[in-house]
């Protein structure tokens, strides 16, 4: 059985830290491209990172690059999401996705395994 558990999240002041983690329970996990979505209240589920089967290609969008920063550990299974300089619009239920495929891909319906979420919360 597949499962993708998160920790890490939680309430930060604006400008501080989270670094997320994500144990990876798949078999074949070193072949597979890893992302991390977000959710808002009211919102529409977006892509936030990405990163391929090896780690040499990361991907991010306009409204977190720089700040964030996405990597693995294919021998410990875990992908984590290291988010500085945090900003109150980043408040959101934030989940890990594993892909099939080693290509990353911002879109949450080409990702076939997911978490169950953590809540990050920026106060402002």
């Known amino acids: 059985q597949v499962q993708l558990v998160e920790s890490g999240g939680g309430l930060v002041q604006a400008g501080g830290s989270l670094r997320l983690s994500c144990a990876v329970s798949?078999?074949?996990?070193?072949?597979?491209?890893m992302g991390w979505f977000r959710q808002a209240p009211g919102k529409e589920r977006e892509f936030v990172a990405g990163?391929?089967?090896?780690?040499?290609?990361?991907d991010f969008p306009d409204p977190v690059k720089g700040r964030f920063t996405i990597s693995r550990d294919n021998a410990k299974r875990m992908v984590y999401l290291q988010m500085n300089s945090l900003k109150p619009e980043d408040t959101a239920v934030y989940y890990c996705?594993?892909?099939?495929?080693?290509?990353?891909?911002?879109?949450?319906?080409?990702?076939?395994?997911w978490g169950q979420g953590t809540q990050v919360t920026v106060s402002s």
């Open positions: 990163i391929d089967w090896n780690g040499d290609t990361t």
């Open positions: 798949i078999r074949t996990f070193s072949s597979r491209a």
């Open positions: 996705a594993g892909r099939l495929s080693g290509v990353v891909v911002p879109t949450g319906e080409d990702y076939n395994y």
